[in-house]
């Protein structure tokens, strides 16, 4: 059973450029949370998601960033117009919980380092 | 809102000491506490997780415990080696995400 699949690892972008980072949950789990860890910082909860639902979006900048996790295919967090604090590491995580309640366990990636030059 | 904290932010030991890890939490109303290590310039490995009916669970030479009540976690690392050398990072979910403490960068000098 492959692991939480994350790609590019590495990304590099000129400021005003697009970056999309994508996710492949473990299989069987339906659930993905994009986490930021900032340089010599620790993860900030981003974004989780279902497949087609956006249940929390309360850590997104409110600019330039957005989220999805398709019916099909892996999630996608994309990052538009970069900027030099963007510089840092993406990781996602998948839960295969399906109820009301978060109870277990998640599982992360190795996460997308992303620099802006 | 939930805030994490990690004590000590940074420790060094000998090899074969045994440590203790802190991690406290401001609200009690929790689901579950998990515990991860990072390595530099990788991913998170999952450790252990404590539900927040348990009071502890042990994997090897690691066992955590949970005080909901008081707001606290340690992680007790045995015998530590040299390749127990990383970051270990709590986690608190509250209540559908994770709130991740600062860390506690611990390095075992052979």
Not at chain 1, 31 to 49: A, C, I, N, S
Not at chain 2, 39 to 65: F, H, V, Y
Request: hydrophobic residues 35%; positive net charge; proline residues 6%.
């Amino acid at each position: 059973n492959a692991g939480v699949m994350q790609n590019p690892r590495h990304l590099v972008r000129r400021r005003g450029q697009e970056a999309r980072l994508r996710c492949s949950p473990m299989k069987g789990h339906s659930h993905v949370y994009w986490y930021r860890q900032l340089p010599e910082e620790g993860l900030k909860f981003m974004v989780y998601l279902q497949k087609e639902n956006i249940i929390d979006e309360s850590g997104m900048p409110k600019e330039r960033f957005s989220a999805e996790f398709p019916k099909e295919g892996p999630s996608i967090l994309r990052i538009q117009q970069v900027v030099r604090g963007d510089s840092a590491a993406y990781f996602c995580a998948s839960s295969p919980y399906t109820g009301t309640v978060n109870t277990g366990e998640l599982f992360f990636g190795e996460g997308s380092r992303l620099t802006v030059l | 809102k939930q805030e994490v904290t990690q004590i000590p932010a940074a420790l060094s030991v000998p090899e074969g000491e045994n440590l203790v890890l802190n991690c406290s939490f401001t609200d009690s109303a929790i689901y579950n506490l998990q515990w991860f290590r990072q390595d530099p310039g990788k991913g998170l490995t999952s450790l252990l997780l404590i539900q927040s009916s348990q009071r502890e669970q042990t994997s090897g030479r690691l066992n955590a415990s949970l005080d909901k009540s008081s707001g606290r976690s340690t992680l007790y690392i045995a015998a530590s080696q040299p390749g127990d050398s990383a970051t270990y990072l709590c986690a608190v979910s509250h209540p559908q995400k994770l709130v991740f403490g600062q860390g506690t960068r611990l390095t075992i000098n052979p």
